[in-house]
Structures are given as C-alpha cells and as structure tokens.
C-alpha cells in the first residue's frame, strides 16, 4: 500500500473519509461567486447538505459552465495563492482553465505517485516520461508523481526517437510513459535500428493513456 491510513480503512471508515471531504469541498466551492448563485438558484445550502447521499442535491458543472465563467471565474481562492494553471487545447471554444494552488500540486503528485506504485514501480526504478510538458498536464502530472514516489525521472518530453531510444539503453529505463500511437512509433523505430526491447532494455512497464486506442493496438506494443 502507498497510502496506508486510507487504504486500509474498512467501509465505515471510508464513508466516513468521504464525507468529511464532501463537507470541505462544498465550503471550499462557495468562495466562488458562480457556485453561490448556482447553490442560490437550486435554493440550497450547506444546512441541506446532511449526508452523502445528498450528494444528488447539489447541481451539475457542464463544460458550458467551464467556458462562460472563463478564465478565472470559477476560481475558489485569490489568484495571488495560485502557483500554476493549465488549460485545454481550446478546438471548439474557449479553453478549460484549472487553477493549481501549491497544496494543489502536491496533491496531485501524491494521487499519480499511488497509481504508479499500484502498478508496481517503486524507488529504483527510472522512469521515462515521453509524454508533452507543457500546458497539457500528462507530461508534468507523471513527472511530480513519479518524483513524489522516489523514482529517478528522466523528463525526455515527445519526439526525438532516436534519442528516447539511446535514453532507454543508456539509463536502463524501467517504465516508460508515452500516448499510444507514440509507444508504437517507439517499437517500430527500434526494429529499424535493431533493437530488441526484450533483450537490449530494462523496459517491464509501460503506462500509455491520453488517446483512444484499441485492444489489439495494447497488444501489439505490450
């Protein structure tokens, strides 16, 4: 176990856990203006809120939501905490904006340290992120997990194949992190230039995500 106070916990104890989280997400919510008038309009309040299944209460955020209250209309702190934010592509209307206090950060970290370790990484593994940096938050949410784990972390970001190639031999990569189509285009890639993963690397994990992919395409990288 990585977590282990909360990952032992036995169900009362959980639903215990998760209600005392509900409580503080909600308080936390209403210092936003856009969650007061929505709690406002559904003529709630946090005194309506007594258990978790009144969870079904509380209104729905749409993504219509995230666009109209952008950039920073849903934030919940004062911008001066706020240490980072990352946004997506933005292709059919205004970007999503996520607002990152520090404590942010480091929960994040924690939470992707314990899916690596659930899929059996620890420290001593070396773990290669070949995943984009940058406001796509795949690249640094691996990079702070897999640090937060204890796990020596090679940022080598996408592209460059040949090199990801060399970083994975030279530096004895364990676990390798890359979208789908990229993974494929590394094992390709390797058979031009002759290298057997199985016998030329450490490779024995790889964490692929961010894309659709097929069942027959996870067994043709595994």
Not at 84 to 112: C, F, M, Y
Not at 117 to 134: A, E, I, K, T, W
Not at 210 to 218: D, F, I, K, L, Y
Request: aromatic share 8%; hydrophobic share 35%.
């Amino acid at each position: 176990m990585f977590l282990h106070q909360e990952e032992s916990l036995d169900r009362a104890g959980i639903k215990a856990l998760q209600w005392q989280r509900l409580q503080d997400t909600l308080r936390h919510c209403l210092q936003s203006d856009f969650y007061r008038q929505r709690f406002q309009e559904a003529n709630l309040s946090l005194d309506d809120i007594t258990c978790l299944e009144d969870i079904r209460k509380i209104p729905f955020t749409t993504k219509a939501d995230l666009r109209a209250t952008y950039p920073f209309g849903m934030a919940c702190v004062p911008l001066e905490k706020c240490v980072r934010l990352h946004s997506s592509s933005g292709t059919t209307g205004n970007p999503t904006v996520i607002l990152h206090t520090q404590k942010d950060l480091d929960e994040w970290a924690k939470a992707v340290a314990r899916c690596l370790h659930m899929v059996g990484l620890r420290p001593g593994d070396v773990f290669q992120n070949s995943s984009g940096y940058g406001m796509f938050t795949g690249g640094l949410g691996f990079q702070y997990g897999a640090e937060h784990l204890g796990m020596l972390t090679v940022p080598a970001a996408a592209g460059n194949t040949l090199r990801q190639i060399k970083f994975i031999k030279d530096f004895g990569t364990t676990a390798l992190h890359a979208i789908p189509s990229y993974a494929t285009r590394l094992y390709e890639v390797m058979q031009e230039e002759g290298v057997d993963p199985k016998k030329d690397t450490k490779l024995k994990t790889l964490i692929i995500g961010a894309e659709p992919h097929s069942e027959a395409q996870r067994r043709r990288i595994e």
